[in-house]
């Protein structure tokens, strides 16, 4: 246990730890309290007039330990962490806007120094502990996390935009749009960029900056500009998968469907297409290029309306810092898997066409540019001032770490215009968020390899919605560069990112057989397990969402759609008795209260009632269905404080009755004891209860049903007096 020097104790007195020339050693494991503040902040004292603004410590570290910094629950003053090496060189940062901020040290041994250092100003109490913990800080980013452009910040106000130049500090305002969220800009800082000797020092300021802004009235939020790459690798082993139906078997629906004839526009937004390749057959009927940093884009320029590709690779002279040595020319691959679900089209009349919006280029694609993009494709305002028609579908085959307001919005109201979101799930196989696809308003796509598994890159996770090969033993088309000329070219590649171009694809065709197809409708339908195969745990899992895209099935869905078929719905009965007039809802966040947006409505004289399977809001997965209130049909008791619960099943009736309550809410060897104590242990399994009408069968049933569904009606009727 140790005391931060500089704060004065009547015992040793005290003395500074303000610089790192004068940093206090400290013991290492240790758990230390101190004080910092900005002058005329805090208590009466001696830091009070000249301020404290830094207590920095030096330690001995094996390697690896944890650094977690701890504020009061109320911390009146933000603080932030830093990091310097035995050189004194700055290496690491948290710098969050939560209680804790979180380092770990490099694996190496060796003498490290530790700032805590209060942001804008106030005054603080904290607690700073060194050892192998668990890092307390989740939000906080550091310079491992920190994939975001130096210099640049992200500020959206309200639409009267009131004056914040005394907070910008050397940004300036670069382009910017205005929507039903308010003005969204781009602010740039010309001294931090192109500056990579101070490149971590400056990544500190931008995120010091972000802070500094978001916490002022005038502005509704700031944030960094993420960086996002594409989701391709070079394939290595030949491909010979099942997932995907045979070009005859797809042919001979797309045949039957073909006389609908409605065309569909799929935004590719990606590195751009090189339209010269003479084996893209698929029209592209509009073009523009977001990216507005000169020296990401590889062409020489900004904003404007040429989106060809022109590599993204250290062999276009333009992109001479690229972190790859070749170009990918990853948004033709993207567009050529796309165009397969269009070949044919000459016979088959379904006109495919793709949209090139290109917003990724030497260093991948930045949150702004990419908001851009979406905006475009989706008819909403963006920083080019050209409303277009909207596409039917936009394909993201990019993503990364970082949650970003701009991004999601962007998403949010182009899927209000009716737009289709398909994204690559990520290749780091990992279950941590990475957006664009871990967004509510997107479809999260993941990669199957040759076998039909998870492929090993593959992302996972609660965001997944659906899944799809992540290669083939088809080529796509590419492109080489070489002696700075362009030339065509073709390889098998692998990722998320071909996976989601499948399903873009799929929808696609899907849209051009049924028109009226809306984001509502390809949601339910991929819950529903309708248009997948049902591959991991039954139901939706975390590797293959709700299943492998089968394109026959979907579009075999998509005609009966149009020929005037409804969606899947869940029916069922809410039952202890039968219970009418109760309010049915599904519950996407599982609280037992009605949210705004969660669909519901109210069963019937008989307890029955049909509900849509997602609400307005997109996809919700493991939803339960809740019941409040209500009248018990047979005693004519009113029954309004009752909540009963389920978990959602679309494939038969569903019944809502205090058992399936208690599935919902106990531990399955619980629930197997006090049922057992009931008298109804092993019959029927907990499986099947859910999808057991015991009133039907009670009524109607065999004498084996009529067995089970009074051991049923028994045992509700039990726990319904103990609720």
Known sequence: IALDSDTYNTGTGSSGNNTLATAQPIANPVTLSGYVNTAGEGEAGASLTSGDEDDIFQIEALGGEVINLVMPASYPADLDLYLYDSAQN???????DSRFESIQLPASAGTYYIDVRTHDTGASTYDLTIGHNQPLSTTALSAAQSTFVIGHLIVQQASDEPDISDLLDGFVASQQWRSSSGVTSLYTNANMLGDASSGLAHQASTLRMVKTITNDSRVIYAEPNFIRQHMANPFMDQWHSNGLNSPVALSAVVNTVASENNNVTVAVIDTGIWQSHPDLQIAITEQYDFISDASNAGDGGGIDDVATDPGDGRDNNQCPNSSSATSSFHGTQIASVIGRYDEGASTNSLPITLMNLRALGCYGGYDFDIANAIRYAAGLENSANKIIEPADIINLSLGA?????????????????????????G???????????????????????????????????????????????????????????????????????????????????????????????????????????????????????????????????????????????????????????????????????QDEGETATTSNKDGFFTLDIVDEDGLEDNSIIVSVGGTDTVTGIALDNLVLAGFAQEDDLFAITPITTLLTTADTEDIAALLNGFGLAGSPSFENIASIDPWDWFENGDQDQIDTADDLLRTNQQLLNLM
């Not at 999601?408 to 737009?419: K, L, P, S, W």
């Not at 996972?460 to 090969?469: L, R, W």
């Open 401 to 425: 770490a970082g949650y970003s307001t701009t991004l999601q919005q962007a998403i949010a109201q182009a899927r209000h215009n009716d737009v289709i979101i398909i994204a690559a799930a």
């Open 90 to 96: 700055l290496i690491d940062y948290s710098i969050g």
């Open 427 to 593: 290749n780091e196989a990992s279950a941590d968020a990475y957006y664009p696809a871990a967004y509510d308003d997107v479809i999260a796509v993941s990669a199957t390899n040759a076998q039909d598994d998870l492929a090993s890159y593959s992302n996972f996770g609660s965001a997944i919605d659906i899944s799809a090969p992540g290669g083939d033993d088809r080529a796509t088309l590419s492109a080489v560069i070489n002696n700075a000329e362009i030339l065509a070219d073709s390889k098998i590649y692998q990722g998320t990112s071909i996976a989601a171009a499948h399903v873009s694809g799929v929808a696609a065709l899907m849209k051009s057989a049924h028109a009226g197809l809306t984001p509502y409708d390809l949601d339910t339908l991929i819950i529903s397990g309708e248009i997948s195969h049902d591959f991991g745990s039954s139901g939706r899992d975390d590797n293959f969402g709700y299943g492998l895209i089968d394109e026959v099935s979907a579009l075999d869905w998509a005609k009966e759609l149009a020929g005037g078929k409804p969606l899947p719905t869940i029916t069922g009965r809410v039952i202890s008795n039968p219970i009418a007039g109760s309010d049915v809802f599904i519950d996407a966040d599982k609280n037992f209260i």
